[in-house]
């Protein structure tokens, strides 16, 4: 048996490191040593048998040892540091087989050799990490999009902020593999470098294009802004011109490591960001005098009111915010240009929009303002397509003509009511300071409509009241309608102290007369703007209620 175990192990002891099947060689150790300690009853006090023991051990300890060594994560720096650890010099050539790996003792240096293995697989995960890493951002470019001035900006990508947080959390977590990492270290302190300060060039890039761009219209597109900031705004067009030469660099060189991993962009984008941040506080303080000037601007967003005051000059493109600054006017009637208006259908066109607006008088209703004007210029046309066809070209014609800064009505937000102002109004100067005085404007045409309305609802006995309603705005119609009803119930109470017992019922008698014309109008066809007018009445209200419904 003694001459078997000498023979096995003689034979492994001559196989090339590279064809050591460490794993068989295990299995048949067992089995040698399953066979050897068959003989340890009778030869297991002798000192031949206790020697060829320890062999065997030493060989099953030494085999897992091999097989760990044969990792393919092992390079020259990992044996040159198990030759260190066991004091043994050898060289891994074509001729190092097991005998030389067993004249290492390796049996002695069990922890040693778990060690050396485990910082061999780490470093080679680390050395595979670090590949796919560079692999990434050797081929992650920027993109780009075109800015409504022309500039092409950076757009944000998702790819490149998701492998940045990846990226970066497999940095940091080599970082803390202690000894593993040294032998990367440079590189692993290259790359954590590197892409933190991409992640921080990208961030501040995004955000100072994101405050030029809101910017870039006001400064220099806004001459009353750049007449009321004149150090802001040449601070901002320094900025400006940096800003769009570093665009024109980039997109010279879109590869992200290129293009963000530079410290000198960095400091370069660090005082435009502070620089934008000097012209927005200086804006915003510019924004607040605007708005203590008109104090319906604190219902206005930043942007908003940037781009009302960006605007100013061009009435049409204020119309849009109209709705932010007043509680229910959506929008103006501006007069079209005289110039323009070379005909009489036009002219009389012009004067129907002033005094109807042009959403409710240009629909080609029966009897409606479009059908009129049709009749009256082109009368010659038979059919009443013809005729309407006709005034759709003439409408066209009316649209196409420039607007004056002449605001002639105003429209409700509210089924989209137009009141014609009782004077037209000009819409120049200061942003601020012609919508303030339209608020006075709007107050001064709705006071006055008011006192006529009052004044024809004194007169009802000549133009009955479901008639007279018609003829003016809801608010007119039914601030002067309650008005009228409360003077006429205290007049009847009045009447009735001095010693008229008919008074009421005689006032009932009226009462029910009107009240059943204004049913007869609830019953009928009423689009949503003189609904209003009806539904809401003082006579109608307290019938409405006794209702389970309406129709």
């Known amino acids: 048996m003694a001459s078997l175990v000498h023979s096995t192990f003689t034979a492994w002891e001559k196989t090339p490191w590279m064809k050591i099947d460490a794993e068989n060689l295990g299995e048949e150790c067992k089995r040698l040593q399953k066979q050897f300690r068959r003989y340890k009853k009778q030869c297991g006090n002798y000192q031949a048998y206790m020697g060829l023991d320890d062999k065997i051990k030493n060989m099953m300890v030494i085999l897992p040892l091999i097989r760990y060594l044969h990792s393919p994560s092992m390079k020259d720096r990992h044996w040159e540091r198990l030759m260190k650890e066991t004091g043994k010099h050898f060289v891994m050539g074509p001729t190092f087989c097991l005998k030389d790996m067993l004249d290492l003792e390796l049996h002695k240096f069990q922890e ?87 992640e921080t060039v990208f961030n501040d890039w995004v955000e100072v294009q994101a405050n030029w761009g809101s910017l870039e219209t006001i400064f220099l597109g806004s001459q009353d802004i750049r007449k009321q900031l004149p150090q802001d705004a040449a601070r901002f067009e320094m900025i400006d011109q940096s800003f769009r030469q570093l665009m024109e660099e980039v997109i010279k060189t879109p590869l992200v490591t290129d293009a963000l991993n530079d410290k000198k962009r960095l400091w370069s984008l660090d005082a435009m960001k502070t620089g934008l941040n000097q012209c927005e506080k200086s804006l915003f303080a510019y924004l607040e ?127 989209k009511e137009y009141i014609p102002f009782h004077a037209p109004f000009e819409c120049k100067g200061p942003v601020e300071g012609w919508l303030r005085n339209l608020v006075t404007h709007h107050q001064e045409t709705m006071i006055r409509g008011m006192g006529v309305a009052k004044f024809e609802a004194d007169h009802w006995h000549e133009k009955p009241r479901h008639k007279w309603l018609f003829d003016f705005s809801a608010q007119h119609a039914l601030t002067a309608s309650f008005t009228v009803w409360t003077e006429e119930v205290e007049s009847q109470f009045e009447s009735l102290s001095e010693g008229n017992e008919t008074a009421l019922k005689d006032y009932l008698k009226l009462y029910d007369d009107r009240l059943s014309h204004l049913i007869d109008l609830a019953l009928g066809k009423l689009n949503k703007r003189d609904r209003v007018k009806v539904l809401p009445s003082p006579e109608l209200s307290p019938f409405l209620l006794s209702l389970p419904c309406l129709p």
């Open 112 to 198: 040693t050799v778990a060690d050396i293995v485990d910082e061999a697989d780490k470093q080679a995960k680390i050395q595979i990490q670090l590949a796919r890493i560079k692999s990434i951002w050797s081929n992650m470019s920027l993109e780009f999009q075109k800015h409504k001035s022309g500039v092409m900006m950076l757009l944000p990508s998702e790819d490149l902020t998701i492998a940045l947080e990846e990226n970066m959390a497999t940095l940091q977590t080599m970082q803390a593999q202690g000894n593993n990492v040294e032998y990367f270290r440079e590189d692993v302190d290259y790359w954590t470098d590197c892409l933190r300060t991409v």
């Open 289 to 415: 005098v605007k708005r203590m000037f008109f104090p319906r601007f604190y219902f206005v967003s930043n942007a908003a009111l940037l781009d009302i005051l960006s605007n100013g000059g061009d009435p049409q493109m204020i119309q849009k915010h109209l709705g932010d600054c007043f509680n229910n006017v959506i929008r103006l009637q501006f007069k079209k240009d005289e110039k323009s208006m070379d005909s009489k259908e036009l002219e009389d066109l012009e004067e129907t929009l002033r005094v109807n607006g042009d959403i409710w008088c240009t629909k080609w209703t029966e009897g409606g303002e479009a059908q009129r004007i049709a009749h009256k210029y082109a009368n010659e046309l038979k059919s009443d397509s013809e005729k309407k066809e006709w005034f759709d070209a003439l409408y066209a014609k009316w649209k196409a003509a420039p607007y004056t800064k002449m605001a002639t009505g105003m429209y409700s937000a509210a089924g």
